[in-house]
């Protein structure tokens, strides 16, 4: 799978974080930040009590022996200040919850914190992505409006997930499956589930669910513990 070089770990979570079913691939992945601190951005949840989301997401990372910093980045504004800024870039495991993913868009496209969680991904931190965070991390990117595409953030490029894959509406699925530009690969994501990209490029599942990629050829399906060969 194309996509710039990294040195940290990407996981692209269906949904559902912050739920005992995600614990152990969250645990794996604080594992591997070498760290205690979660940095928790609820920006797409900015119109829907991100401060509950913050909460939330502090509980569950203290049963598994972390804390949470949740820095309320909820308009573009705050995407600027040098304080969220710098917190993004000394952060070893970064967390973006689910939401609207355009509003997340509007918020991170083209700004320094965006640009700050970029340099921290290539530096070796941890970066989790939930339903609208995974998304929109991808270009091209699933446009909640109705399963066709948009422009994503393009930190992976030619991959689009579908979150939500086992649960989703039918024709809202099949809408983004068959319009899925020719170069990419489409990968649903079902809840409680992480596409996870190791350091080295490799890409796993975990969690209860199942991945599903969709391209050329007929869509193949990869259960928790299995390599998903993304690249083209």
Same mark, same amino acid.
């Given at each position: 799978?194309? *996509?710039?070089?990294?040195?940290?770990?990407?996981?692209?979570?269906?949904?559902?974080?912050?739920?005992?079913?995600?614990?152990?691939?969250?645990?794996?992945? $604080?594992?591997?930040?070498?760290?205690?601190?979660? +940095?928790?951005?609820?920006?797409?949840?900015?119109?829907?009590?991100?401060?509950?989301?913050?909460?939330?997401?502090?509980?569950?990372?203290?049963?598994?022996?972390?804390?949470?910093?949740?820095?309320?980045?909820?308009?573009?504004?705050?995407?600027?200040?040098?304080?969220?800024?710098?917190?993004?870039?000394?952060?070893?495991?970064?967390?973006?919850?689910?939401?609207?993913?355009?509003?997340?868009?509007?918020?991170?496209?083209?700004?320094?914190?965006?640009?700050?969680?970029?340099?921290?991904?290539?530096?070796? =931190?941890?970066?989790?992505?939930?339903?609208?965070?995974?998304?929109?991390?991808?270009?091209?990117?699933?446009?909640?409006?109705?399963?066709?595409?948009? +422009? *994503?953030?393009?930190?992976?490029?030619?991959?689009?997930?579908?979150?939500?894959?086992?649960?989703?509406?039918?024709?809202?699925?099949?809408?983004?499956?068959?319009?899925?530009?020719?170069?990419?690969?489409?990968?649903?994501?079902?809840?409680?589930?992480?596409?996870?990209?190791? =350091?080295?490029?490799?890409?796993?599942?975990?969690?209860?669910?199942?991945?599903?990629?969709?391209?050329?050829?007929?869509? =193949?399906?990869?259960?928790?513990?299995?390599?998903?060969? $993304?690249?083209?």
């Amino acid at each position: 799978m194309a *996509g710039k070089r990294t040195s940290g770990t990407l996981a692209l979570v269906g949904g559902g974080e912050f739920e005992a079913a995600c614990a152990g691939f969250d645990a794996a992945l $604080l594992a591997g930040s070498g760290g205690t601190e979660v +940095v928790i951005l609820p920006t797409a949840a900015a119109f829907e009590h991100a401060d509950r989301v913050a909460e939330r997401a502090a509980k569950y990372f203290a049963g598994l022996g972390a804390t949470v910093r949740s820095l309320m980045v909820l308009h573009r504004p705050e995407a600027q200040e040098k304080a969220n800024v710098h917190a993004i870039r000394e952060a070893r495991f970064v967390y973006l919850a689910d939401g609207s993913p355009l509003h997340l868009r509007s918020v991170l496209k083209d700004s320094a914190l965006y640009d700050a969680l970029v340099a921290a991904y290539q530096g070796g =931190a941890v970066v989790a992505a939930s339903g609208a965070g995974a998304t929109l991390l991808c270009d091209p990117m699933v446009d909640p409006r109705g399963g066709a595409y948009t +422009v *994503g953030l393009g930190l992976l490029s030619d991959l689009a997930v579908f979150p939500y894959h086992g649960t989703a509406a039918d024709h809202l699925r099949e809408r983004s499956i068959d319009l899925l530009p020719p170069a990419a690969l489409l990968a649903g994501i079902d809840e409680h589930t992480a596409l996870v990209r190791a =350091a080295d490029g490799g890409w796993t599942v975990g969690g209860e669910g199942s991945v599903t990629v969709y391209g050329d050829g007929e869509p =193949a399906r990869f259960q928790s513990g299995d390599r998903v060969p $993304l690249a083209r």
